[in-house]
């Protein structure tokens, strides 16, 4: 079946312009692919690392989670650009009390050798008895898979629920 336009003629024209579109033929498309579901095995697994090399203080492990061009946009601050940047970020929120931190990934959509992700997060502050949630919100993470197959932190930010959404 063919959609039909109306025939058009343009000004200047001697001819009538068909602007008959042929439907796009079905296809049976798959929801899941492998790769998205190996995309977020390893993207599951990169968060589980950073989440431990936060808690841990480990920093070069965080590093080598980031892209070389990695950045982050945090309300509030600047635009960081850069692992030193991110990292610099990160040691200075660890430092005023950030601790806990925990990411719930919700959805995975690649193409090629990027995806994106978006999930949920939450940061305490303090520590054993004292600790109180401090933020909680939602994110968007693009990431690159290397020419080493490793996918790596591109691009990202995220939002808070509370309505100031200042980070501290």
Do not use: C, H
Request: charged share 20%; glycine share 10%.
């Amino acid at each position: 079946m063919l959609l039909s336009l109306p025939v058009v003629f343009f000004p200047g024209s001697k001819q009538a312009e068909d602007f008959s579109v042929a439907p796009a033929p079905r296809a049976a498309v798959p929801l899941v692919t492998a790769d998205k579901v190996a995309a977020r095995a390893a993207i599951e697994k990169a968060n589980a690392a950073w989440l431990a090399a936060f808690r841990g203080g480990d920093f070069a492990v965080m590093a080598s989670l980031y892209s070389d061009d990695a950045s982050l946009t945090v309300s509030g601050t600047d635009q960081l650009a850069g692992r030193s940047d991110i990292l610099g970020f990160l040691k200075r929120s660890r430092g005023r009390g950030m601790s806990e931190p925990f990411l719930k990934t919700l959805d995975v959509v690649t193409m090629g050798n990027v995806a994106y992700e978006t999930g949920t997060y939450r940061f305490m502050y303090g520590t054993g008895d004292s600790l109180v949630v401090g933020e909680t919100g939602k994110y968007f993470v693009v990431w690159k898979a290397g020419n080493d197959g490793i996918w790596r932190y591109n691009l990202g930010t995220w939002t808070s629920n509370s309505p100031s959404s200042a980070t501290r």
